[in-house]
Structures are given as C-alpha cells and as structure tokens.
C-alpha cells in the first residue's frame, strides 16, 4: 500500500511562522540575546531584528554577542546556518530553532560537528498573523554555536570549583584513581 506524505515535511509556502513564546522565554532567560537575526516587525521576539528587507543573511551577527535565530524553514535554510556557523567563528553566540531534518545536507554541513544539539520532545505548534496556531508536521531542534563553548564550558569556575585549586598551568591536579575502576564501571551488567 502507498502512502502519501504530506508535502509541509519538505517544504513551507509561508516563512513566517512564530517562535512560540513560552520556548523563546525559556531560551532568552538563559542566553539573554540581543538580536533576532531572521524577523520582521510582526514576528520578531527582541527589539533589535534584521528584517527581510535588512537581509540579515547579508548583515554581521557577531557585534551583536547574543544571536536568536528561527530561519525560513525552506530551502533557504542551508544558507541560514551556514551563515550562524560562520557568524559564531568570529565570536558570537547563535541559538537557532530548526526543524530536526538530520538526513539533510544543510544538517551535515552546517550543524553535525559544529554545534551543541537538544532535540524536542512531542511537536511544537507555531502560529502566524491571521492563522490560528498549528503543530508542526516534523520534529524540532534547539541548535547552539559559540566560539570555543566547549572550552568556555570546561572553566574551573563555571564547574564550582574555585581557581584557587588550579596548578601553575591553570590546570586542576589530577586525582589518582585505583587502575581499573573505570573499566568495571563500564561492564557492569554486561555479564
């Protein structure tokens, strides 16, 4: 038997669907952003947005620091976070919501190995001006990139330790552990 599949898995007639609030509020808390880097007056959630007509795909994301971004779901998209990769290279934070597409090309080239990925549970529902708001045919993804965040995560600091406990090589001492505890910690139950 043949199945249809519905043809808003692959591609969106309207760019403009909203950020829901709650998911915005909840990110925006934690990475306080200063920009909305693909918006327009209707759907923007930040006072500062780069517009269609702004072409934010054109602009410098990086002096701005805090970077929100929902892109055009469509073909678009690969464009998009190329651009959010490039942007975080030279130093900012770039936070984006994106359908989890990972058997695309844009997810390889532009997401797999260069950016912190959490995966949504259950399907987000958007909503636009004049629509009611609607569920998402497709999973979504909350995709990080930073410059660097892997280290900037690994501080001492940012752990709870102190910097006091840090060698001369800005390094914590390492503790002795008995040989092989990690090993046994590995099989256990595997028997």
Known sequence: MRRMVHSALYTSRAEDW??????????????????????????????RFFSPDEDGLSQ?????????LNPPYGRAIGQWMAKAHAE???GCLVV????????TRW?????????SVTFLRGRLSFSRAGAPAAAAPFPSAIVVYGP???ALLDRPHLRGRTPARLNAA??????????????????????
Request: hydrophobic share 40%; net charge positive.
């Open 148 to 150: 660097r965040l892997d």
């Open 60 to 68: 410098d994301w990086a002096s701005h620091g805090r970077i929100w």
């Open 88 to 90: 975080s290279q030279k």
């Open 170 to 191: 800005g390094a914590e001492p390492r503790v002795a552990r008995r040989p092989g505890r990690a090993l046994r910690r590995g099989l256990r139950g595997r028997a």
């Open 107 to 115: 997810w390889h080239q532009s997401v797999t190995g260069k950016a």
């Open 18 to 47: 909203e950020t829901p609030q709650a998911l915005f509020d909840a990110l925006h808390h934690v990475f306080a952003f200063a920009l909305d880097a693909c918006a327009h007056a209707g759907n923007s959630k930040l006072e």
């Open 96 to 103: 984006a919501l994106v359908p989890a597409r990972t058997d």
